[in-house]
Structures are given as C-alpha cells and as structure tokens.
C-alpha cells in the first residue's frame, strides 16, 4: 500500500504534500486473514479483473467506430468508470 502510494507520487499522479490514510482498523490486513479468505478475496479480484477486460473491450469498439466514420479526431470523450470505492464485501463470509 505505501510502495504504491509513493510510486503514485513519483509519478505526479497525486500531489506531492498527499498523506497515505491510516488503514480502517476495522479492515483486517492480507496477513491478517485466513488462507480460505484469502481465496475468496483473490477470486474477487480476479471476477473484477475480468469486468474491466470486458468494459475495455466494449469501450474500444466505440472508438473503432468512431475511427470508421472519420469523427475520432473531432470527437470529446469523458470517460469515467466508477465502482463505488473500496467494498467491504465478503468481509464476514457472503
């Protein structure tokens, strides 16, 4: 967490005077849980990983179309993908 904070920063990604906040003590850390939860929460991830697979796909097919009319160029794109934050599920079985 704090390596990535601070290759976040190295970056320019965050500002430089950013702070890394404290872990909710609520929130039990990844050496923390056990070897089952720890199963269950990489199965998480990897059902996430495969959503934003899919969600790029499909965002790279608009801008293929985009590129076949001739309007990409002349073309104003927000993009936001939200996925409501950190999510607590799972933290006590499902």
């Known amino acids: 967490r704090n390596v990535t904070f601070q290759k976040q920063k190295s970056m320019g990604w965050i500002p430089q005077n950013s702070e890394l906040t404290p872990i909710d003590p609520k929130m039990q850390k990844w050496s923390e849980i056990s070897e089952v939860e720890r ?3 990489l199965r998480l991830a990897e059902v996430y990983a495969g959503f934003l697979e899919h969600t790029d796909t499909q965002h790279g097919k608009i801008l293929d179309q985009l590129e076949r009319q001739g309007i990409v160029n002349n073309t104003f794109i927000i993009y936001i993908l ?6 607590a599920e799972g933290i006590h079985g499902t």
């Not at 939200?82 to 999510?87: F, L, Q, V, Y």
């Open 39 to 41: 199963e269950f929460q």
């Open 82 to 87: 939200a996925d409501n934050g950190a999510s």
